[in-house]
């Protein structure tokens, strides 16, 4: 018998933003000039998945500058993580050191220029673009934590998923949990809602406890919806890194139970960010300018996350033949790293991201 996806808990509006179709434009000529995208085959998935719908649904009061950046640092996100995941590099950390060596000079301010007729690769290339349109405005504290949100999700989903899966490591719920807000980089996504909103939070609030755990919750809400609408085709493409996997394992739930448990749960945490959120508002009056769009930012990210992944097809367990044919999807020059066409059609973990 079939489960049934259960649904999922989400108090909040749905909304979309009126500047989408020109973001979809942007997209597709800023793929093509960083080259993330170039193959026509990559292009069609790429288009088929829609992220221009998905930013507007997770900003959907951005302006279109704003709304064109991070839908920029979204598809950036999202097309670095496919690779990553992909079933022969994400079982070879090594392969992909070099490439997150020159990110982090990036990020960092070291980077030296390339050398005449030396060709980058294009994640580095387009992270460079981004870097120079979103950090230079931004308070030191910001691009400080910025910054290390983006290196951890790096790191993390090139070091701790890619040992887990080489050494047949099955992680504790907990462990997951806690390492998904990264291999996820819902904390990279979280931090923009500052830029998009034209806010600057203190670091006292961002240390807040209730803050904390505002912004915790929300995080658990959209990866984990993550991993409910992703669950059946990573089953099928065999990746562990998933809650609803790891809770069949872990607590020997059959497939529907275990569902309806991360959903439950998924309903704790929206709960437990609600309350959060009243607690906050009631505590810091004065900071109301900046409290109520940020918190609207989390609320956008919850309901946006969870309308694109009800009707993208990414997540469609009954399309995983897009993965079977090597080259089709996978671009070797996002991360400048050869892929094995023995291995390349293996799975990818669709959608870490948040």
Request: aromatic content about 8%; overall charge negative.
């Amino acid at each position: 018998m079939e489960s049934e996806l259960p649904d999922i808990y989400c108090p909040f509006p749905q909304r979309s933003n009126p500047n989408v179709p020109h973001t979809r434009a942007h997209l597709d000529a800023w793929t093509r000039s960083t080259g993330l995208v170039h193959r026509e085959s990559a292009r069609a998935r790429f288009e088929q998945a829609d992220f221009g719908a998905f930013v507007g649904m997770v900003h959907p009061t951005a302006d279109r500058e704003h709304l064109n950046l991070v839908a920029d640092w979204f598809v950036w996100l999202f097309l670095v993580d496919d690779q990553l995941d992909d079933g022969h590099l994400g079982r070879s950390p090594e392969r992909v050191r070099d490439v997150v060596d020159r990110m982090r000079a990036v990020v960092e301010g070291t980077a030296p220029r390339p050398l005449p007729g030396e060709e980058l690769p294009a994640a580095v290339v387009a992270l460079c673009d981004l870097w120079e349109r979103t950090v230079p405005r931004a308070a030191r504290h910001w691009r400080t934590r910025f910054g290390w949100h983006l290196m951890t999700y790096l790191t993390t989903a090139t070091t701790w998923e890619a040992g887990n899966r080489a050494d047949g490591v099955v992680p504790s719920e907990a462990t997951y949990i806690a390492k998904r807000r990264h291999t996820g980089a819902i904390h990279v996504c979280m931090d923009l809602i500052e830029t998009v909103a034209g806010i600057e939070a203190p670091e006292s609030l961002h240390n807040d406890p209730r803050f904390i755990t505002a912004l915790e919750a929300s995080c658990n809400v959209v990866c984990w919806a993550n991993d409910v609408y992703s669950y059946e085709k990573e089953q099928v493409l065999g990746e562990i890194h998933n809650l609803v996997h790891l809770v069949r394992h872990h607590r020997g739930y059959g497939e529907q139970r275990a569902l309806d448990h991360v959903c439950a749960e998924i309903a704790t945490e929206t709960e437990r960010f609600l309350t959060a959120e009243d607690e906050l508002i009631e505590l810091y009056p004065q900071l109301t300018d900046l409290l109520v769009p940020y918190l609207d930012g989390m609320r956008s990210w919850m309901r946006g996350n969870l309308d694109w992944s009800r009707q993208t097809p990414r997540y469609n367990p009954a399309d995983v033949s897009q993965y079977a044919a090597p080259g089709e999807y996978l671009e070797e020059t996002v991360l400048g790293v050869a892929t094995d066409p023995v291995v390349q059609g293996r799975a990818l973990a669709d959608g870490h991201r948040g």
